[in-house]
């Protein structure tokens, strides 16, 4: 059965998705070899935007490409680079570029990447950033003037799964009221914890994409731990890491742990290897979420 | 309180290179409360120039640099401005353009103005208002985020923020995490539910 992201995400069956990060330069053919590698094991490809504020290809252009090379692709799209206007019309272009799926949110700040010293913009924050969405949807810009035809995006956001920063419920909450299609997750290592998330939103009915990445070391654990926000990763699993003969293994082991009990919590899993997808395609093997995916009429 | 703080006297000696005749001007409030432009801070500016072979001519504290009246006030307090070729201005660029404004020679800052902010308890608190023209901070318990946060977020905090500490300075409180403590202190949690539209540049 071949349909849309927008079709899966109302369907009862579970949901991959993954992660391409654009290139620094102008070099296209690793990421479009890497989603031909996957085209049948993930139903959409996240293309990440300046991702912790690292200058990349835009992902927009990234977007097309991979469309063209008949892939399903959502678009992330930040509040950090572009003002209301720029937003809108990158937005509009990604519609006639045929996106039809994008992911939003709020964007690391501009010191944390490689362009410390550009101002940042966050004109707009995610909520209102999804608002003005809802609009275009809805045939108005921003400022109410009318729209010759309104792109009708299927639409994403992002939250965190800490089930003690109230703060982030409440922010996730005002997110769903702008209308969301689905909610996509920062990485869960604890699933009990991520239980008890879900138990704190149970009021929000948007599909939920679990995030999940491989870790490939103790040391990358401990580090996501102390300087990765919203990850948490229970010591049990650094113990595991480090008391492992294959680190590299057994993180794909505990990534598909993970997803196999993710998967029956919830819509479906986000996979964020990191830059690299190397092991992508085993670790969806290994986790029995391969079973002949296609997208969108390709 | 305008909140500035000293460039080096490095950059400030490149500023007056080739310049002999030089007169310091002070202000008495916000730099003066900061030590970065009160008499002992100009006395000493002066000391240093001194040191590096300047003609002092002068200099002067008015109460507040950003509020001279005249030119003619400015040579009842220093009548040495008047042989001056540069003017350094120990106070925020308010106080520097005003100076500016007065005389006819060159004006140099010896501080960069970071914020707007004030002190309470002992502690400078640098980031308090953005002076945006449209105050709503009775939304957010008092706690300013367009000021306090990074991002200027109007709708509660990003994902960024760990332990809750803020994703740009790890040593400061996610602004977010102040505005919700004051709002549970005055029983106001309501308002956090409130959706915030974009603000008006315009």
Known sequence: MVSTFSEKLQSHRSIITTEITPPKGVETSSFLSDAKKLKHCVDAFNVTDNQRAVMRMSPLAVGKLLKDAGHETILQITCRDRNRLALQSDLLG??????????????????????????????L??????????????????????????P?????????????????HIKLRKKVSMGLDFIQTQAVYDTEEF?????????????????????????MAKFMNTHIPGIRIPDEL?????????????????????????????????????????????LLKISGSISGRQYNGQ | MIISSSKTFEEVLVFLEGIDNVFVIGC??????????????????????????KNVVGWALPTAACSIQSYEKLV??????????????????????VVSMLVDVPVYPSNNTDSLGGRSQEQVIPHLCEMCGACNIQEFGGICPKANCPKGLLNGPCGGSISGKCEVDTEQECAWELIYRQLEKTGRLKLLEKIIGPRDYN
């Open chain 1, 152 to 168: 009708d995006f299927v639409v994403g956001a992002v939250s965190n799964t800490d089930p003690t920063q109230p703060m982030q």
């Open chain 1, 238 to 282: 650094i113990s595991r890491m480090e008391h492992a003969e294959e680190p590299l293994q057994e993180g794909i082991e505990i990534a598909a742990q993970l997803i196999r009990e993710l998967k029956n919590m919830c819509k479906g899993i986000h996979l964020m290897p990191v830059g690299q997808h190397t092991h992508t395609k085993e």
């Open chain 2, 28 to 53: 008495n409030v916000c730099a003066a409360r900061l030590h970065v432009g009160g008499e002992p801070e100009v006395l000493d500016m002066c000391a240093k120039l001194k040191a590096a072979g």
């Open chain 2, 76 to 97: 009842e307090k220093g009548p040495g401005i008047q042989k001056a070729d540069a003017i350094l201005v120990m106070a925020c660029g308010s106080g520097t353009s």
């Open chain 1, 94 to 123: 990604a519609w006639a570029l045929g996106i039809k799926n994008i992911c939003v949110m709020t964007g690391d700040h501009t010191t944390k990447g490689d362009h410390p010293g550009a101002k940042p913009v966050f004109d």
């Open chain 1, 195 to 219: 239980a008890c998330f879900l138990e704190k939103i149970n009021d929000i009915d948007v599909p939920i994409i679990a995030g999940v990445i491989p870790l490939r070391s103790a040391k």
């Open chain 1, 125 to 150: 924050d995610s909520v209102q950033l999804l608002e003005v969405v809802r609009k275009l949807k809805e045939g108005y810009d921003l400022s109410g003037n009318c729209l010759e035809q309104p």
